[in-house]
């Protein structure tokens, strides 16, 4: 399939069960999973406005996610730029207590690109959330 792919394709199905997995894995903090997930050189601009790379977010994840965190997926929709590049966006309700006590209430809009390797692997590259109301109570 090509760039005239719609959110009922394959590529979206399989986009959407990766974030999904993603997501599941942020309550249990496993970030061996979300790894297998980032492109070495992946970025992400929080819901914050802050800029991170692979590792930092993985610390986040890690270290300062807390316990009861939990992340709805409301909606999503992927579409390809190439053939081996697809741009994911959509909207994810998240909530949780943080290690250092902040409770955090996220009602995101997000933005993805993810690569397509030569295995068909995917790997998402990129990352950008903007918060949708107030992030912390």
């Not at 601009?45 to 409301?74: Q, W």
């Amino acid at each position: 399939m090509g760039q005239d792919e719609h959110p009922g394709s394959t590529t979206a199905a399989e986009l959407r069960e990766l974030f999904e997995a993603w997501l599941a894995a942020i309550a249990s903090r496993d970030t061996a999973l979300i790894a297998g997930l980032l492109d070495p050189s992946w970025v992400y601009v929080d819901f914050t406005g802050h800029l991170h790379d692979r590792t930092d977010y993985l610390r986040i994840i890690g270290e300062l996610v807390g316990t009861g965190h939990s992340t709805e997926l409301v909606a999503f929709d992927a579409h390809h730029v190439t053939s081996d590049v697809a741009v994911a966006h959509g909207r994810y309700t998240s909530v949780g207590t943080m290690t250092n006590g902040f409770r955090a209430v996220q009602d995101s809009r997000f933005t993805g690109t993810w690569r397509r390797d030569t295995e068909g692997r995917w790997w998402c590259c990129s990352h950008q959330a903007t918060n949708l109301g107030t992030p912390f109570e």
